[in-house]
């Protein structure tokens, strides 16, 4: 079925299916004919999902396995491109710097990139820990090969759902390709999720679920913020320590110790995250814009 997904304008569309598709896992998404597809995993089956930028709206195609998962199909969607983000409020507050009005002017509407499901991005952001983004999508596809459920798909390239809690608890951790101390942070991580330690579900504590994260053994500020910024829908979540944050700032003449940055962060609550797509913006790498036909 097909279905237009209405948003507050203005909607920047670069940053937000630049990142998706650039960081696609191969087998669970992938980037054709000019749009973001994926599959779903959903309380009645499963599905497959295209989305387009458009103009006025953000097509969107679904195939699913039981029309009682329409509704939930839509909020996912609606949830992983922040559709219902107010715009004109976060450009007002981030014009308020000038050293960022300049780029919410050039390009109004940013949106963060979110998730379908907060427990496959908490572990994505863990494999993408340290790493290039390449590698985290080699790493994450290994797992999806090994533990995710075969689909079929018709269409296109999609071949798999990302597994489930259940299915990555019980994975052999000395045949991942990571560093010991990445595996461990994985599978301790998994198990935390997997025993429901953790809430990562909408509407839930985000302050207690900061807290939990980081007592996670190798689970630091940057890999939480960014599950806080991506799963846990945190529109103020915060990364001082990313690389690129601390470039941009460095290029644009803004503090870059972490300390520092926060500090003047201060100014760009309660919408923080939406200030990291900014400052993400200023560099040249794929997940800021539209791949090329």
């Known amino acids: 079925m097909s279905l237009r997904l209405p948003f507050r304008a203005p909607l920047c569309p670069g940053n937000l299916f630049g990142h998706l598709a650039a960081t696609a896992v191969p087998g669970v998404e ?20 295209t989305l387009w930028p458009m103009p006025d709206h953000v097509g969107c ?8 998962d329409l509704s939930t199909a839509i909020s996912r969607c609606r949830n992983l491109l922040d559709l219902d983000a107010d715009p004109v409020a976060i450009g007002e507050r981030l014009r308020a710097d000038p050293v960022l009005a300049p780029f919410v002017d ?3 509407g940013r949106r963060v990139p979110r998730s379908v499901d907060p427990f496959e991005l908490a572990v994505r952001a863990v494999l993408g820990q340290q790493v290039s983004t390449a590698a985290a999508r080699t790493h994450a596809a290994r797992l999806v090969i090994t533990h995710g459920e075969p689909i079929t798909d018709p269409e296109g390239g999609l071949t798999h759902l990302f597994p489930t809690p259940e299915a990555l608890a019980s994975l052999d951790p000395t045949r991942l390709a990571l560093p010991r101390t990445r595996r461990a942070t994985l599978t301790g ?40 910024m991506r799963a846990l829908d945190d529109p103020d979540a915060f990364i001082p320590t ?5 470039v941009a700032a460095g290029r644009l003449g803004l503090p870059v110790t972490p300390a520092a940055l926060t500090r003047h962060a201060d100014a760009w609550r309660p919408w923080r995250a939406y200030a990291v797509q900014y400052l993400w913006a200023t560099g040249d790498h794929p997940v800021n814009r539209l791949p090329e036909a």
């Open 30 to 49: 992938e980037w054709r004919d000019g749009a973001y597809r994926r599959t779903l995993r959903l309380p009645y089956g499963h599905g497959v999902v």
């Open 61 to 68: 195609r679904l195939t699913l396995g039981d029309r009682r």
């Open 106 to 108: 050039e390009h109004p």
């Open 189 to 228: 991580l998994i198990a935390a999720l997997a025993a429901g330690e953790i809430d990562l579900g909408a509407g839930g504590d985000r302050r207690r679920a900061r807290a939990r994260l980081s007592a996670l053994p190798g689970l630091g500020p940057w890999t939480v913020e960014t599950i806080a």
């Open 242 to 246: 990313d690389l690129g944050i601390r």
